[in-house]
């Protein structure tokens, strides 16, 4: 954390980067490293190879698209993320940077970067990006504590995940002194509905199957699924409802974002390390929350992805 703080105090231009189809904390901890920088006087700009979930606007993350900036950045910074190719069209560029940070806590990296802070046991990337800030000459604003909040709060499950720590409750204290709006914050993050979520509920009911009796659900969008429904398939709150059945374990969501690719979201409810299964296929991510891409078909693809998750729930 300390070399980063001197990179940040001795360079004025940063590119900064999340991984592909964004969460709260990718965006959370880019945004408030953002608009810290922006404080401190230096240049930054976001990048991210995705949209941003309409829930997550609140955020007012505001993207670059000059790919040029990339390359005369003095830094890059990968944020929420430890694997280059997780950041889609724009890996080559970030490889191409000058001096590469990344600040993540999820496992399985796959990139030599020249500085790291990296943390598997944070909850979140926003814990990591928080007290780095702290040690910054400069005050926080209601805006950096809301992202940060967000980044926090969401990775935690709104501090009802297992991997919640007295940290992340300290940390949050912190931030609500900054007076954000709370209630605007929550209810965008874990209330909010578009208009077609009762379509979408149906057609996840209908497309999910259960194996192993009931331990594992298997939820598949395929390519016209994801296209009637993307804004919802790419926010992750969507699939909640089958979170706490009883008698399940793993939750497999796989949708087809483009023809022949299959993104893959593993959840566990209590004792199984998904990221054991993610890691098979090149993925990671954490214990009970991880992901990985698929090319190929889906019923070759459905196969592998169960006897994994068999392997996984006979070790029990």
């Known amino acids: ?3 980063i703080i001197e990179i940040i105090k001795k360079y004025n231009t940063f590119a900064l980067f999340c991984h592909v189809n964004p969460d709260a904390d990718a965006l959370g901890s880019m945004n408030a490293l953002n608009l810290s920088l922006k404080k401190l006087n230096k240049k930054a700009y976001m990048y991210c190879d995705g949209i941003i979930p309409s829930n997550l606007k609140f955020l007012n993350v ?35 940077g000058k001096i590469k ?7 399985q990296g796959d990139y030599p970067f020249d500085y790291n802070l990296v943390d598997y046991s944070s909850p979140s990337t926003c814990d990591l990006i928080y007290p780095l800030l702290k040690e910054l000459d400069f005050v926080l604003n209601c805006q950096i504590a809301l992202n940060l909040y967000a980044g926090i709060s969401s ?10 720590t007295a940290v992340s409750h300290k940390n949050t204290y912190e931030l ?5 709006d709370l209630i605007e914050a ?54 909640q409802i089958f ?22 979201a593993f959840r566990s409810n209590k004792f199984v390390d998904v990221c054991k299964i993610a890691k098979v296929f090149g993925g990671g991510g954490h214990i009970n ?25 006979e070790k029990k």
Do not use: P
């Open 1 to 3: 954390m300390k070399e």
């Open 62 to 96: 505001e993207l670059e698209e000059n790919e040029k900036k990339i390359l005369n950045a003095d830094v890059c910074i990968l944020l929420d993320c430890n694997t280059v190719n997780r950041i889609g069209k724009y890996g080559d560029l970030f490889k191409q």
């Open 101 to 107: 940070v990344c600040i993540d806590h999820h496992q």
């Open 155 to 164: 990775d935690t499950g709104c501090f009802k995940f297992s991997n919640t």
């Open 176 to 180: 609500l002194n900054y007076n954000f």
């Open 186 to 239: 929550n209810y965008n993050m874990f209330s909010y509905k578009q208009d077609n979520f009762l379509d979408f509920y149906k057609t996840a009911i209908k497309k999910t199957k259960s194996y192993f009796n009931n331990d594992v659900f298997v939820t598949h969008f395929n390519l016209k699924d994801y296209k009637k429904f993307k804004d919802i398939c790419d926010n992750s709150i969507g699939f």
């Open 243 to 264: 979170d706490g059945i009883d008698g399940n374990e793993i939750r497999v969501k796989v949708i087809e974002r483009k023809k022949g690719v299959l993104s893959v």
């Open 289 to 313: 929350a991880s992901g990985c891409e698929i090319v190929g078909r889906y019923k070759t693809a459905l196969q592998k992805i169960l006897n994994e998750c068999k392997k996984e729930l």
